[in-house]
């Protein structure tokens, strides 16, 4: 399978700053795709990248794939409490059907 | 339906006594996928269903664990003999189709069954 790792691990933003998470392989990615869970929830899917250098936009949300497709990035700008979650960048795994998801990157928006 | 539907959405049981958790997948969707997630760690893959086979069960904790799914939709986990350490949130997923080495589909996901064993 294709290990990703994702940092940071743990985010704490002011409400307004601009927050990034980064997600990285030693290997090359076919597909990169984006999920988000909130404190309590589920994990919702937000969007997939195929191409390389691809950049795809929902509203305050920026998501970026390597040229390489090694790496991928998620900027959210001007952070709102709403933001607050856990944001996965599960790759494929082992067998190649399934996805493996890591810890994510958790972040936390102080008012 | 709709959307990916778990339940019961939240178990407590008693250690040593078995458990039968259940996940209905959006209608046409012929993966489904388990997996489980302890407090404020990530998804453990337990296992994968294209159709109703099961091609993989590697990811299955122990023996304690199995699952099955008929008729190409309705899925159950069945965990024996609770311990302690399968308290955690079990969360299942469907997607239209299963990956290939060059493509995933997206997850859907349900909102999980809650389990604690005591």
Redesign the interface.
């Given at each position: 399978g294709q290990q990703v790792m994702q940092i940071p691990q743990y985010q704490h933003v002011q409400e307004g700053e601009d927050f990034t998470t980064y997600c990285n392989s030693s290997t090359t990615l076919s597909n990169i795709q984006w999920y988000k869970q909130r404190p309590g929830g589920h994990p919702v899917f937000l969007i997939q990248l195929v191409k390389s250098g691809e950049v795809k936009k929902q509203k305050r949300l920026t998501f970026q794939f390597g040229e390489a497709k090694k790496n991928s990035s998620l900027h959210i700008t001007a952070t709102q409490t709403t933001d607050v979650g856990t944001y996965f960048c599960p790759s494929p795994g082992a067998g190649s059907y399934q996805l493996t998801f890591g810890k994510g990157t958790k972040l936390s928006v102080i008012p | 339906g709709a959307g990916v539907s778990q339940s019961p959405s939240n178990k407590v049981t008693e250690k040593g006594k078995d458990v039968e958790l259940r996940c209905d997948p959006i209608s046409g969707h012929t993966?489904l996928?388990w997996?489980r997630q302890s407090l404020g760690?990530?998804?453990e893959?337990l296992i994968?269903f294209?159709g109703n086979s099961a091609?993989?069960k590697s990811g299955l904790p122990s023996d304690r664990f199995s699952a099955e799914r008929t008729g190409g939709s309705v899925s159950t986990l069945t965990i024996q003999r609770t311990q302690q350490e399968d308290s955690a949130v079990y969360?299942c997923?469907s997607s239209i189709a299963?990956?290939?080495?060059?493509?995933?589909y997206?997850?859907?996901?349900?909102?999980?069954t809650r389990l604690t064993v005591v």
């Open positions: - | 993966a996928y997996y760690q990530g998804l893959f994968y294209q091609p993989d969360l997923a299963p990956g290939n080495r060059d493509f995933n997206g997850y859907t996901f349900g909102s999980g």
